[in-house]
């Protein structure tokens, strides 16, 4: 009896994100005998049972699916996921305002001061964008995005310290 032939794909990882526009799916049926396809497109098998075929990807994630059926016509199916990820994101700094002075009055600040950074990610191009990352002269400050409005907020962003001003880098 027995349920078709065991199709077992190596790469990519399903999950993974890359930039390009094609990845290439690899892997080995156990029957090389079998007719394999990815995304009803033929695939060639060697005799050893590998195959390797490329797939176009578009922007976001995108469903592959390898197929493998045998003479007797019994199937199996693996599919994954594969992000494609290559836009940068739309961000909107909401505050501190464009050309906006901050910092401690007077020449006399112990430590560059700290302000809050907030903004807004277009979520309709990246919507799986879960984190931002805020950089100015001290340590990047991280600040997870809302998955529904898009907002973000990164608490305690360094400033530097120019001519007795600060602002934001």
């Not at 005799?47 to 976001?60: C, D, Q, R, Y």
């Amino acid at each position: 009896a027995g349920g078709g032939p065991v199709l077992t794909v190596s790469s990519p990882v399903s999950g993974s994100r890359q930039v390009g526009g094609t990845v290439t799916v690899a892997g080995v049926v156990s029957d090389p005998a079998a007719r394999v396809s990815l995304n009803g497109l033929a695939t060639p098998v060697t005799a050893a049972g590998a195959f390797s075929a490329s797939a176009t990807l578009a922007e976001g994630p995108n469903v592959l699916t390898v197929r493998a059926v045998d003479a007797a016509g019994r199937a199996s199916e693996g599919r994954l996921v594969v992000h494609r990820d290559s836009r940068a994101p739309k961000v909107e700094i909401t505050s501190p305002g464009a050309g906006q002075r901050l910092g401690v009055p007077g020449n006399a600040a112990p430590a560059p001061p700290k302000v809050p950074v907030t903004g807004l990610v277009d979520l309709t191009l990246e919507p799986d964008l879960r984190t931002v990352i805020v950089t100015g002269p001290g340590a990047p400050v991280s600040a997870t995005v809302d998955p529904v409005t898009g907002a973000f907020s990164a608490a305690d962003v360094p400033l530097s310290l120019a001519a007795g001003a600060a602002s934001p880098q």
